[in-house]
């Protein structure tokens, strides 16, 4: 150790790679503070002396971490680290990212929706969280930061029976009516069904066999499934069946445009328009996949064949979306028990004939 012109005090580290670092202080109690929390930080494995930006790790990230997923995840990743995190901690050093930096980016995603904002942070909780792992940062500073909720109504998730049957029956056009059929009577993801293609219709059966998703407005060439579990082969119910005799065979494709091309994303949206225009309710794409599993629980479909059914990698994921129909169902039975008490037998009559439509 030694006192310098200026007045401070410096004292030379050796490092654990043989590196050797100087620290400074006014006093000789700081100066030994210093060095001590440097051989502490050694010890737990940082790379001491990192200067490492929030943008240059990001970068490293993507490259190394998320290269290899399908392209609409990585389009979701860089859209939320480019959008809503870039402005706040590009520049910043790894090292000096504290919480309230991480709350700030949230702070300015907070009227966004909840969907958004979970895409923020597990973006950031990621990027946080591989840098620790690799020696540049000791602690992760979004640890403990949470999304804000938004109270407002929840919206509807699935058609019921006589709306399935009503939108069905409304359908004009082959090939809408050909893919709300898919999604609705097999469970299939917009990007399954658009995938499909003939040859993967083996008698009462089909196999899933590749997807077709849109990056932007351009199509994704890899076609990868979303999941191992998503490659399944599944029943196709009497109502879909007599829908594909009636499907006209325009290309490989069983979904394709209107001349018999693959389609695009614009051709999608027209034929959505389609489904719009003529449904007797409000209806969204993934309305008909969660209507399909909720015809799997009002059927009494044990859990373990609606998670090979509907190809979720995860039971637990089966598990969300029962546990919620059932907890639809107690409503339901409390409102016909108030029925009851308020109106005697006859009620008794209806909540039975309830009860009993449950169950089966």
Same mark, same amino acid.
């Given at each position: 150790?030694?006192?310098? #012109?200026?007045?401070r005090y410096q004292k030379k580290v050796t490092l654990s790679d043989g590196r050797q670092k100087l620290v400074?202080?006014?006093?000789?109690?700081?100066?030994?503070?210093?060095?001590?929390?440097?051989?502490?930080?050694?010890?737990?494995?940082?790379?001491?002396?990192?200067?490492?930006?929030?943008?240059?790790?990001? #970068?490293?990230?993507? =490259?190394?971490?998320?290269?290899?997923?399908?392209?609409?995840?990585?389009?979701?990743?860089?859209?939320?680290?480019?959008?809503?995190?870039?402005?706040?901690?590009?520049?910043?050093?790894?090292?000096d990212v504290r919480p309230v930096h991480i709350q700030q980016v949230m702070k300015g995603v907070a009227g966004?929706?909840?969907?958004?904002?979970?895409?923020?942070?597990?973006?950031?909780?990621?990027?946080?969280?591989? =840098?620790?792992?690799?020696?540049? &940062?000791?602690?992760?500073?979004?640890?403990?930061?949470?999304?804000?909720?938004?109270?407002?109504?929840?919206?509807?998730?699935?058609?019921?029976?006589?709306?399935?049957?009503?939108?069905?029956?409304?359908?004009?056009?082959?090939?809408?009516?050909?893919?709300?059929?898919?999604?609705?009577?097999?469970?299939?993801?917009?990007?399954?069904?658009?995938?499909?293609?003939?040859?993967?219709?083996?008698?009462?059966?089909?196999?899933?066999?590749?997807?077709?998703?849109?990056?932007?407005?351009?199509?994704?060439?890899?076609?990868?499934?979303?999941?191992?579990?998503?490659?399944?082969?599944?029943?196709?119910?009497?109502?879909?069946?007599?829908?594909? #005799?009636?499907?006209?065979?325009?290309?490989?494709?069983?979904?394709?445009?209107?001349?018999?091309?693959?389609?695009?994303?614009?051709?999608?949206?027209?034929?959505?328009?389609?489904?719009?225009?003529?449904?007797?309710?409000?209806?969204?794409?993934?309305?008909?996949?969660?209507?399909?599993?909720?015809?799997?629980?009002?059927?009494? &479909?044990?859990?373990?064949?609606?998670?090979?059914?509907?190809?979720?990698?995860?039971?637990?994921?089966?598990?969300?979306?029962?546990?919620?129909?059932?907890?639809?169902?107690?409503?339901?039975?409390?409102?016909?028990?108030?029925?009851?008490?308020?109106?005697?037998?006859? =009620?008794m009559d209806d909540f039975s004939e309830s009860s009993q439509k449950v169950v089966r």
């Amino acid at each position: 150790m030694k006192k310098r #012109k200026d007045g401070r005090y410096q004292k030379k580290v050796t490092l654990s790679d043989g590196r050797q670092k100087l620290v400074y202080g006014r006093t000789i109690a700081e100066v030994n503070q210093a060095a001590d929390a440097l051989r502490d930080q050694d010890k737990q494995g940082l790379v001491v002396g990192d200067t490492t930006t929030v943008d240059e790790w990001a #970068k490293t990230w993507f =490259a190394t971490y998320k290269s290899d997923l399908r392209a609409n995840t990585q389009a979701m990743y860089r859209n939320a680290y480019n959008v809503h995190i870039l402005p706040y901690l590009a520049t910043q050093r790894l090292r000096d990212v504290r919480p309230v930096h991480i709350q700030q980016v949230m702070k300015g995603v907070a009227g966004l929706s909840d969907s958004m904002q979970h895409k923020v942070l597990l973006t950031m909780r990621q990027l946080f969280t591989t =840098a620790r792992q690799n020696g540049l &940062i000791l602690t992760d500073p979004t640890e403990g930061v949470k999304t804000t909720p938004h109270a407002k109504p929840q919206k509807k998730t699935h058609l019921t029976l006589e709306e399935q049957e009503a939108l069905m029956a409304n359908l004009s056009d082959p090939r809408a009516r050909c893919f709300v059929g898919l999604c609705l009577y097999c469970g299939l993801r917009r990007e399954e069904a658009l995938g499909l293609q003939w040859g993967d219709i083996q008698g009462d059966k089909l196999t899933v066999n590749r997807s077709v998703a849109f990056v932007g407005t351009l199509v994704d060439t890899s076609q990868e499934l979303k999941n191992k579990a998503s490659h399944r082969t599944v029943p196709i119910p009497q109502p879909l069946q007599a829908i594909l #005799k009636e499907t006209p065979r325009l290309g490989i494709y069983v979904v394709t445009r209107a001349a018999g091309e693959p389609m695009t994303q614009s051709g999608f949206r027209r034929m959505w328009d389609i489904v719009k225009r003529e449904a007797p309710c409000e209806v969204r794409a993934h309305m008909l996949r969660h209507s399909y599993a909720t015809n799997l629980y009002r059927a009494g &479909i044990d859990l373990k064949t609606a998670q090979y059914l509907l190809g979720h990698s995860s039971i637990e994921m089966t598990a969300n979306v029962y546990t919620h129909l059932a907890k639809e169902d107690t409503a339901a039975s409390v409102i016909q028990l108030e029925k009851y008490l308020a109106g005697g037998s006859q =009620a008794m009559d209806d909540f039975s004939e309830s009860s009993q439509k449950v169950v089966r």
